[in-house]
């Protein structure tokens, strides 16, 4: 079993007479990534400042590693913790190695100057941290992004066994954001566990072993990631409502928030939609919070379009996954089909197990057939050799027609409507 590397419990803290944080009690294993999320105001900085040893416990304990942490030596925390905080605040000139130097100061002996091990510590943090061609510069002259890029570089020098991140990605462009994201997540598996604020609840669902969820100075949830980014916490929690999909590269929880769009006064034709492997999501979100009537399937069980029509509640023709279509399903397909003013086909990947989702549109006018291809794209990947974009040319040669995303479908459909 791992060992915690920090026990809190039944913690109280805040700042003059109010108590901010109220009974908090959390277990961080080793080797894990942590993140803790929830509304502004809910103490997720504070519980950190308290971390931190920045601002003192009123009531409760905080061990680490068995021992007290308030017991600890400033020398024994610096070499067990590292703390990054929201904002810098530092106004003398220190050259960016310098400071980043500055990390291995708890192990270095006092009256002595820094090894060449810890030299090469530091070179090690400059350089994963894209910070080795600013290293000759003051830290004054340095931008929000690059002083955070900093301040990661010499925590990363200081090598903790606990990394404390305050909203640490804030100030920093996508790109340095994503590749830090991953150094951390990797210094985390290998010895430290880190503990994270996090303002952007997608970041901390695709990098965190597990989310801390807080509200009101009081964890409301804990657990793992899929665990706690469900639609009911977090309607709860941030007042919004999300759309919980997955997401295609992590196969993470990624939150959407729920829009009301209004579709346009009048007739609102009923949609059949097929499509699989994804390419629908978009189209499904899009035509339900249009308010349009429509229709779904044939999709395998396990596909994530299949969950965003059912998200929706939307009529939805399923088979068990890796399974052929049905005579059953087919036939209801039929009625399907027949039943509405538009079938709308995306891009999806069609093999001999859903092909049928084709064929049957021979049976169709097929004026009413209409494919998104977005540009550049091949309008299926074909894995019948060739018989599934046999079928589709047939059918734009009949006058089927080829669109290139929901969007336009939408402009199409409400030209179609009558006044």
């Not at 990631?225 to 999909?245: A, G, N, S, W, Y």
């Not at 997401?247 to 009923?270: C, F, M, Q, S």
């Not at 949609?271 to 999501?281: C, E, F, K, R």
Request: proline share 6%; charged share 25%; with cysteine.
């Amino acid at each position: 079993m791992t060992e915690n590397i920090l026990e809190i419990t039944d913690l109280c803290a805040g700042y003059d007479e109010k108590d901010i944080l109220q009974k908090i009690s959390l277990f961080i294993k080793q080797r894990s990534f942590v993140g803790i999320i929830g509304p502004n105001g809910s103490g997720k900085s504070t519980f950190l400042h308290v971390l931190a040893r920045s601002l003192p416990v009123r009531t409760g304990n905080i061990a680490l590693l068995g021992n007290p942490l308030q017991s600890l030596s400033f020398r024994e925390f610096g070499k067990n913790v590292g703390y990054v905080p929201q904002d810098s605040d530092i106004h003398f000139p220190y050259l960016v190695y310098d400071l980043v130097m500055m990390g291995r100061n708890p192990h270095i002996d006092r009256f002595r100057s820094p090894s060449a091990q810890d030299h090469d510590v530091v070179k090690k943090a400059l350089e994963l941290t894209h910070t080795d061609d600013i290293a000759m510069r003051p830290i004054t002259s340095l931008s929000g992004g690059e002083r955070q890029r900093v301040l990661i570089a010499r925590v990363l020098a200081q090598d903790p066994i606990v990394l404390l991140l305050d909203e640490p990605f804030a100030h920093i462009d996508i790109h340095h954001q994503y590749e830090l994201i991953r150094i951390i997540r990797d210094a985390s598996q290998e010895r430290m566990a880190v503990i994270a604020v996090f303002h952007d609840i997608n970041l901390a669902a695709a990098y965190c072993d597990e989310l801390v969820l807080m509200m009101d100075g009081k964890i409301w949830a804990w657990g793992k990631t899929e665990d706690i980014l469900t639609p009911e916490l977090i309607r709860e929690v941030f007042k919004i409502i999300p759309i919980i999909d997955v997401n295609p590269i992590t196969g993470r929880p990624h939150i959407y928030v729920e829009e009301e769009l209004k579709a346009r006064d009048g007739h609102k034709p009923w949609i059949h939609v097929i499509s699989g492997g994804g390419t629908g999501s978009c189209l499904i979100s899009l035509l339900a919070r249009s308010g349009y009537n429509f229709s779904c399937g044939v999709l395998s069980e396990n596909d994530s379009d299949c969950r965003t029509a059912k998200r929706y509640g939307v009529p939805t023709l399923t088979e068990p996954p890796f399974s052929r279509i049905s005579l059953e399903k087919l036939e209801q397909l039929r009625e399907m089909i027949q039943k509405a003013d538009y079938v709308v086909v995306t891009s999806m990947p069609v093999g001999w197990g859903n092909l049928p989702n084709i064929q049957v549109l021979l049976e169709v006018e097929p004026e009413k057939v209409i494919f998104i291809v977005p540009p550049s794209r091949p309008i299926f990947n074909d894995f019948t050799g060739g018989t599934a974009t046999d079928t589709v040319q047939k059918l734009l040669s009949d006058g089927a027609m080829k669109i290139s995303n929901p969007p336009e479908l939408l402009q199409m459909i409400q030209s179609f409507d009558p006044e």
